[in-house]
């Protein structure tokens, strides 16, 4: 299709108009249903939180945005933390307990965002109390934990949402669209990338003057991982330790494998290598500081992943290469590049006598550049921003309150989130092993 071209051009563009017209209507369907004085109030959707760190707080604050969401209770293993939740919540009740807040029967849903190594045993938890559960990226602190996070949601049957909040980002329908609906061509290739360089983007987050063992509950924190004496860098840099964190593809690739796996309509690659050190940040830091990966995918593409945190050059968060287009992808805004076609014989016929060259041009009908006579299209960009200007993370637990009023399955799924989180899981199995490791569909194993 050629961008000059004012029919197809009208086509390659259209889906915009299109699709912001239908997300208006279904905005106005919606305001038009809450603003329906005869319809009674819904029951409110009453929260509790697990964990309310830098994560927690976010989604403390996302939830209490939303119209018939009550905040009620929170448990940390930090006083400082919870202090700062009554301090932004007064009406907030808060514990260091977590099971204390399962077992109210005025909490019908909680949010999950603690450490990595706390997620299945705290989801767990929660579905035996009867409750609904929000819970953090990435899923699972290893691959072996993915069959009983399924079974456990199948069996849990609440609301479950993970908490990869691009899936819910204002682009992220209509990218889909875009690419299922052909408009990149055959895509073949993905780049995803998420860097930062700063003490704070290499996770050496502070710790608080009034952290010691009074304040902190250190067995609380460790919980299922393996024990060990008081460690406050441990306890507030956890992202660090392999313990409780899987480092860079648990904790950024995987908002790049959630997009990828999203808009290009697949779950599960076959293969992955990844390459890793701890290159610049090497404080007493377990797990790399710059990562790159290649995952590849049986419906035929590649995604190539890279993370550093020495150099915080801006850049896409994803782009997708197609034989018609290119998408640069970051969630809420994106750009669309028509890729131009330049076909031309002057490098392959340069050795070619200039009678032979003449009669080539004249069989092929190409003009004096040597290309076809309807001339090469012209690279444009368009770029789209979301229809709205809602933060993704209130977008994405939104969806999860509606999946919890009206029985149905949010977005982000346990499947879902889980072969999200796989990708990095075998990123770090390659790492070690140093070689390609493959996932086996049927066997649902990493083979290293
Ligand atoms: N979706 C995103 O963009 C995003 C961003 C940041 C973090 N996260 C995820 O959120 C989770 C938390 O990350 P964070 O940055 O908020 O870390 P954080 O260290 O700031 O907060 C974690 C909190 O969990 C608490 N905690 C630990 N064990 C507990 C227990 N047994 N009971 C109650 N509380 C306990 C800690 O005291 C701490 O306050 C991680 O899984 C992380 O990957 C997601």
């Given at each position: 299709?050629?961008?000059n ?9 259209g889906s ?26 819904p ?8 964990g ?6 976010l989604?403390m ?7 018939g ?12 933390h919870?202090?700062r ?5 007064p ?18 849903a ?21 409750k609904?559960v ?18 456990a ?14 899936m ?54 460790l ?15 956890w ?6 964190s ?66 915080a ?19 809420n ?7 131009p ?19 080539f ?22 770029e ?26 949010p ?38």
């Open positions: 299709m050629r961008v071209d004012p029919v197809s051009r009208r086509r390659f563009l915009s108009p299109l699709l912001a017209a239908a997300a208006a209507t279904a905005a106005r369907t919606a305001k038009a249903q809450i603003n329906d004085a005869s319809a009674p109030p029951k409110p959707v009453r929260l509790g939180f697990i309310v760190g830098i994560r927690g707080h989604l604050e996302a939830a209490a945005g939303l119209s969401v009550e905040l009620v209770a929170a448990a940390d293993c930090y006083r400082g919870l202090d939740a009554r301090e932004l919540f009406g907030v009740a808060v514990t260091g307990a977590y099971g204390e807040v399962l077992s109210r029967a005025d909490v019908d909680v949010v999950i965002a603690t450490p990595d190594h706390w997620h299945l045993k705290m989801l767990k938890d929660a579905l035996g109390a009867g609904h929000y819970v953090e990226k990435p899923l699972s602190h290893s691959w072996e934990e993915g069959e009983e996070f399924i079974a949601a199948e069996r849990g049957g609440k609301a479950i949402q993970v908490g990869s909040q691009y819910s980002a204002g682009c992220a329908q209509q990218a889909a669209a875009l690419i299922k609906g052909g408009r990149l061509g055959q895509v073949t290739l993905v780049e995803g990338r998420m860097h930062r360089n700063s003490a704070t983007g290499a996770w050496y987050y502070p710790i608080p003057p009034d952290a010691s063992p009074e304040t902190v509950d250190w067995k609380g924190f919980g299922p991982a393996p024990k060990r004496p008081f460690d406050l860098a441990r306890f507030f840099q992202r660090l330790f392999w313990d409780y899987g480092g860079l593809p648990t904790d950024l690739f995987v908002h790049m494998v959630t997009a990828t796996h999203q808009l290009m309509g697949v779950q599960e690659p076959d293969s992955v290598v990844a390459f890793g050190d701890v290159y610049h940040w090497k404080n007493y830091r377990e797990v790399p500081d710059q990562m790159t990966a290649l995952a590849r995918y049986p419906e035929g593409f590649v995604l190539k992943l890279t993370s550093t945190a020495a150099n050059h801006p850049g896409p968060l994803l782009t997708f290469y197609g034989t018609e287009g290119t998408l640069e992808y970051d969630g805004a994106m750009k669309l590049f028509h890729e076609r330049s076909e031309s014989f002057v490098y392959s016929t340069r050795s070619w006598p200039s009678a032979t060259v003449a009669r041009r004249e069989l092929m009908d190409l003009d004096e550049t040597l290309s076809p006579v309807d001339g090469p299209t012209v690279a444009e960009a368009i789209y921003r979301s229809p709205h200007d809602e933060d993704a993370t209130r977008a994405h637990v939104r969806n999860w309150i509606q999946a919890i009023r009206s029985g149905g399955r977005i982000e799924d346990v499947p879902f989130g889980f072969h999200a989180a796989l990708v990095g899981h075998m990123c770090n199995v390659s790492y070690r092993a140093g070689k390609t490791v493959r996932w086996d569909r049927n066997a649902r194993r990493v083979e290293a």
